[in-house]
């Protein structure tokens, strides 16, 4: 286990070297918020504290630290990054923690193009601190972390389903004849046909012989993004069919962030969940500047690096 904690802190070590010589900012958010992140399918871990004054608050741990970061960028409009510690309610696999580490940056002035090839820097850089080399093996396949592959969820779709990611259609035809059943599909409920596809039959494939980079999202699964000639520009970064990485060119419009959160806040309520909008942060949004941002898995990052299994064996201790 020393092994692990030795390159644990090799690879953290590098990663904020990266961002000291590329000129990003460090900064350091509340991890307890009176705001919840209002995010599609993530849920945030409650709790009551009561302060010195004896006033009973209601707060939630950071499922991310962007709505935070983004207001310290609306103020200061600079590269910067963070590394921290977040909580997501009700997650539990070999991927997946409640409580789990995450780098989270964003770049001034740059798209989500620019922001992969930073990404892919700090791939290489990680990698370097630990072997002096690019190349990795994970689950019995080498990959060199130099070299990545680019390609739009579209085309995603296509290589390893046949089907066209727009067309609810032939998203339902391709399950119903898929090898497993999925008897309870809705031809109707595009978000439900969209994510059985990708997480069943497109995700496992991403990044299998090249680390991959997927891009071009459905303006549906874009919230905080741009959306330009119908396509959420956002990406996401695969390794062995590991997502590790987030990226977004973000949106800056007050309007649209608001409709967003308001409608996840919605969405929400019916399910029991009646969470508060921080309109601190939808109205910060009026003085972002042009930016794209990302967030990393550094459990994840490590597991790939290490090669193991699952991220509980690069975490050291018990984490829930």
């Not at 910067?80 to 789990?100: A, D, M, P």
């Not at 031809?187 to 994510?195: A, R």
């Not at 891009?215 to 997502?243: H, M, Q, T, W």
Request: proline content about 4%.
């Amino acid at each position: 286990m020393i092994d692990i904690y030795i390159k644990k802190h090799k690879v953290m070590k590098a990663i904020r070297e990266y961002f000291e010589k590329t000129g990003s900012i460090e900064v350091f958010t509340p991890i307890m918020n009176r705001f919840p992140n209002l995010d599609s399918n993530i849920f945030p871990v409650e709790l009551q504290v009561e302060n010195s004054c004896g006033e009973s608050i209601k707060a939630y741990l950071h499922t991310s630290p962007e709505y935070n970061m983004k207001k310290i960028l609306s103020q200061i409009k600079q590269d910067i990054h963070q590394i921290t510690h977040v909580f997501r309610n009700y997650e539990g696999s070999k991927l997946h923690t409640v409580e789990f580490m995450m780098l989270e940056w964003y770049r001034v002035g740059k798209d989500m193009y620019q922001l992969m090839e930073d990404t892919k820097s700090i791939f290489v850089e990680s990698a370097l601190s630990i072997y002096n080399k690019t190349e990795i093996l994970f689950r019995g396949k080498k990959y060199d972390l130099s070299k990545w592959e680019k390609i739009t969820l579209e085309e995603a779709f296509y290589r390893y389903t046949g089907t066209d990611l727009e067309n609810r259609d032939s998203l339902y035809k391709f399950l119903k004849n898929s090898p497993i059943k999925h008897e309870r599909i809705s031809p109707e409920n595009y978000e439900e046909l969209f994510f059985t596809v990708y997480s069943f039959y497109v995700e496992p494939n991403l990044g299998k012989d090249i680390p991959t980079f997927v891009y071009d999202f459905p303006p549906e699964f874009s919230a905080l993004s741009k959306v330009i000639d119908g396509k959420g520009k956002r990406f996401e970064a695969y390794i062995g069919g590991v997502e590790l990485v987030n990226g977004y060119y973000e949106l800056i419009d007050r309007e649209k962030v608001k409709d967003a959160l308001e409608k996840d806040k919605e969405k929400k309520s019916k399910s029991g969940k009646d969470y508060p909008v921080d309109y601190e942060f939808i109205n910060s949004t009026v003085n972002l500047p042009e930016c794209s941002g990302a967030s990393l898995g550094i459990d994840r990052l490590l597991m790939v690096l290490l090669n193991k299994n699952e991220i509980r064996e690069t975490q050291g201790l018990k984490w829930i």
